[in-house]
């Protein structure tokens, strides 16, 4: 007879009950046996733990790839299906990034559709040629000496003139002027003298040329070496960029306080146009920034290109009556202003590159010329208002059509589009109000021909002075006056 025993739910002994049984030898027997599925449980557990750490480590590795792969798929879809490179013509990248190639293209065409008439003047146009002068400051009389038959001296024979021209030149030579400071003694005994301060060197450069250095350093845009060569060259006066430094520092002193008035009356401006633009000082990213109307031009320097910069400018809500013409940077519609108007031709640009990028669609060319009509339309009726419900239900009917079978360029503009679509035709409702923002980015641009010919600022003073210093200048071109006035004025 056998007897069952159960120790676990794992282990089971059998035993007979006509043998005598030593129990404790299969307890023993029992206990090793758990011991070793307790080492086996702990060699499995370890291993299982290996194995979860190799998977998280893999699935690190795989992420990885992943990227990578999405990475060398996008750079490698650039000649599996080639895209159009942007350019100034169809995007917002700037002449100064374009390939060569692109450059010779942009130079030679036009966002301006043909007009079939030839280049130059027109029919009836009005020429303008420079016209002799009344009173000459030289005249240098050219006649023969000796005739050309007999040989005979003709010095003593007055000329009778048969033709006229005028050669216009310049002398380019420093004048010295001495200041004497003199006294004088009445005949009553009192010593007259006249109120001067002694300079510590009194011989120093007059304000000509103390204009003419920072003309040519902010309006020309000359880095100071160039200057101090030019000045060395021409002119043979000996001048240290340290002293151009000062020149320019005292003038842009001045402009500050000229600066605070044009933002006074910029923010009481109806209507105004904005644009940022990145650059380096001292090798550290600034932002420059630009407010202007069609009479005054505010620049200056900021930390970033947020909403917060105009705020801390011209103060809170202060711009809460102007109508603000910029391109589709986010920054502008968190703004507090009556209202907005994009740029059109930033959109006309950036719908040359779904030109360029689809041949086979005409979505952006319809585009294109909805935009045209209404520039055109207001370039024909300069004072006219428009009601730009029907402008508006054309543009609708454009940005409802489906695009999902053409490329994320044109859904981006199209999303672009639909939140924006109320700034769209502003300009056709306000004469005042312009359709592009290309006075605010020809304002900004000398930021960048300074960049190219001098490679930047060193300083941040001096980029604050070269902002202050040209929205002087560029105020007093809007206004007819000379920009070399402007800065004769600061000096």
């Not at 966002?111 to 146009?125: C, M």
């Not at 910029?266 to 644009?275: H, N, R, T």
């Not at 009479?295 to 910069?309: D, F, P, Q, V, Y």
Request: net charge positive; hydrophobic share 30%.
């Amino acid at each position: 007879m056998l007897i069952f025993l159960r120790t676990s739910k794992m282990f089971c002994i059998f035993v007979s009950v006509n043998k005598q049984v030593d129990i404790e030898k299969y307890l023993e027997e029992f206990r090793s046996e758990i011991s070793r599925q307790h080492d086996t449980i702990k060699d499995l557990t370890d291993d299982v733990a290996r194995l979860n750490r190799r998977v998280e480590s893999q699935n690190v590795e795989i992420k990885s790839l992943k990227s990578e792969n999405k990475d060398l798929r996008n750079r490698l879809s650039k000649y599996e299906e080639p895209q159009p490179p942007k350019n100034s013509d169809n995007s917002s990248v700037p002449p100064s990034k374009e390939r060569m190639g692109d450059e010779i293209k942009r130079r030679t065409s036009s966002l301006r559709e043909k007009s079939g008439k030839n280049p130059g003047g027109q029919p009836g146009h009005e020429g303008n040629t420079r016209m002799m002068s009344a009173q000459p400051d030289e005249t240098e009389d050219i006649q023969p000496n000796y005739c050309r038959e007999c040989g005979r001296e003709l010095s003593d024979i007055e000329g009778v003139e048969e033709y006229r021209e005028e050669c216009v030149g310049v002398r380019i030579i420093p004048v010295v002027k001495r200041l004497r400071f003199l006294n004088k003694t009445c005949t009553c005994g009192c010593c007259n003298r006249v109120e001067y301060t002694k300079r510590k060197n009194p011989v120093y450069l007059s304000s000509e040329i103390r204009a003419l250095v920072v003309y040519l350093n902010i309006v020309m845009c000359m880095p100071y070496n160039r200057i101090k060569s030019f000045l060395h060259e021409v002119m043979h006066i000996d001048i240290s960029e340290g002293s151009i430094r000062n020149f320019i520092e005292d003038a842009g002193d001045k402009a500050d306080k000229i600066c605070d008035r044009i933002a006074s009356e910029l923010v009481k401006s109806p209507v105004a146009g904005a644009d940022e633009s990145g650059f380096y000082v001292n090798g550290k990213l600034n932002w420059a920034w630009i407010l202007q109307n069609p009479k005054l031009t505010l620049t200056w320097i900021a930390k970033g290109r947020g909403a917060k910069e105009m705020d801390d400018r011209f103060g809170r809500n202060a711009l809460e009556n102007t109508v603000l013409t910029t391109d589709r940077h986010s920054a502008y519609f968190s703004m507090n202003v009556k209202g907005h108007q994009i740029c059109i031709a930033h959109l006309l640009r950036n719908l040359n590159y779904l030109n360029d990028l689809d041949k086979n669609q005409n979505w952006s060319s319809r585009l294109q010329e909805l935009l045209r009509k209404a520039v055109h339309w207001r370039n024909t009726n300069p004072e006219a208002i428009a009601d730009t419900s029907t402008w508006t239900e054309s543009l609708d009917k454009l940005l409802n059509e489906n695009l999902d079978k053409f490329k994320k360029p044109f859904r981006q503009i199209r999303n672009s589009l639909r939140k924006l679509k109320d700034h769209v035709f502003h300009f056709l409702k306000d004469p005042r109000v312009p359709s592009h923002n290309n006075a605010s980015e020809g304002g900004i641009r000398i930021l960048k021909v300074k960049q190219k010919r001098s490679g930047g600022f060193r300083s941040q003073t001096g980029a604050e002075d070269f902002m202050a210093i040209h929205s002087v200048a560029d105020t007093a071109k809007k206004n007819d006056f000379s920009r070399w006035d402007a800065v004769l004025a600061l000096v």
